[in-house]
């Protein structure tokens, strides 16, 4: 997962996720991932896919990514961050998370998007 579209940003601390769920209203959306575990891997085609429409996300989204190798130091404190997949996507809004899909299951992520963003509308499910 080396290359990052232009939304996609990388959380590389504690602090970095903190200020990620806390400070934002729009929907936070992050890929937990281990670098080695293949299905991660291909999930990142997806992601790169939802982070190129640019326009939709200005004002209603944000796109993370964060290394499963981040999460021992929060998991004690955010229960959501223990591991229960070596592919977990989270989604926060107004600091609360608001949906979670484990594995590497990009309909039941395109889903949650819309459950949380009722004008988004996928392309195929």
Same mark, same amino acid.
């Given at each position: 997962?080396?290359?990052?579209?232009?939304?996609?940003?990388?959380?590389?601390?504690?602090?970095?996720?903190?200020?990620?769920?806390?400070?934002?209203?729009? +929907?936070?959306?992050?890929?937990? !991932?281990?670098?080695?575990? #293949?299905?991660?891997? @291909? *999930? %990142?085609?997806?992601?790169?896919? +939802?982070?190129?429409?640019?326009? !939709?996300?200005?004002?209603? #989204?944000?796109?993370? @990514? *964060? %290394?499963?190798?981040?999460?021992?130091?929060?998991?004690?404190?955010?229960?959501?961050?223990?591991?229960?997949?070596?592919?977990?996507?989270?989604?926060?809004?107004?600091?609360?998370?608001?949906?979670?899909?484990?594995?590497?299951?990009?309909?039941?992520?395109?889903?949650?998007?819309?459950?949380?963003?009722?004008?988004?509308?996928?392309?195929?499910?």
């Amino acid at each position: 997962m080396a290359s990052k579209g232009k939304l996609i940003k990388e959380i590389n601390s504690k602090e970095d996720f903190e200020t990620a769920i806390t400070s934002d209203t729009k +929907l936070l959306i992050v890929d937990c !991932f281990d670098e080695w575990y #293949g299905p991660c891997s @291909q *999930m %990142e085609p997806t992601f790169k896919t +939802l982070a190129s429409n640019t326009d !939709f996300w200005d004002n209603r #989204g944000q796109l993370m @990514q *964060m %290394e499963l190798k981040v999460v021992p130091e929060l998991e004690e404190k955010y229960s959501e961050l223990k591991p229960k997949s070596k592919a977990l996507f989270l989604f926060y809004k107004g600091g609360k998370i608001v949906g979670e899909v484990f594995g590497c299951d990009a309909p039941e992520i395109l889903r949650a998007i819309a459950d949380n963003l009722p004008e988004w509308k996928p392309e195929e499910e």
